[in-house]
C-alpha cells in the first residue's frame, strides 16, 4: 500500500513560482511511474506531467518549458517546480501514479494565482 502526501502549495503572484513536494510511503516507490495532476474548480482532473522510475518525464503542453516534475528515490519523493504560473491556474494539484490509481488520491494542495 501506499500513501501519498502533498504539499507546498499557497498563494503566488502572476508569473511567480512554487515547488510542490509529494512525499510516499512504501518501498515500491522507486518502481512507480508518477504523476501530477490538477483540478480547477469546476472542471475536471487533468493530467499535468509524469516521471518515469528512470527519470524520463512527459509533460501536457500548456506545461511544457514551464514546469519541472523530478523525484527522489532515496527520499521516497517527486517534485513539480512550477515557474511562470499564470492566473488562469489555481488548482488544486495531486500526485498519483501513472495511471492513476483511485485509492492513490490524496487531499492535494491547493496553489492560488493573484495579484
Known amino acids: 500500500q501506499v500513501q501519498l502526501v502533498e504539499s507546498g502549495g499557497g498563494l503566488v503572484q502572476p508569473g511567480g513560482s512554487l515547488r510542490l513536494s509529494c512525499a510516499a510511503s512504501?518501498?515500491?516507490?522507486?518502481?512507480?511511474?508518477m504523476a501530477w495532476y490538477r483540478q480547477a474548480p469546476g472542471k475536471e482532473r487533468d493530467l499535468v506531467a509524469t516521471?518515469?522510475?528512470?527519470?524520463?518525464?512527459y509533460y501536457a503542453d500548456a506545461m511544457k518549458g514551464r514546469f519541472t516534475i523530478s523525484r527522489d528515490n532515496a527520499k521516497n519523493t517527486v517534485y513539480l517546480q512550477m515557474n511562470s504560473l499564470q492566473p488562469e491556474e489555481p488548482a488544486v494539484y495531486y500526485c498519483?501514479?501513472?495511471?492513476?490509481?483511485?485509492?492513490?488520491w490524496g487531499q492535494g494542495t491547493q496553489v492560488t494565482v493573484s495579484s
Open positions: 512504501g518501498s515500491i516507490f522507486k518502481s512507480l511511474r
Open positions: 516521471i518515469t522510475q528512470g527519470g524520463s518525464t
Open positions: 498519483n501514479v501513472h495511471p492513476p490509481l483511485e485509492r492513490y
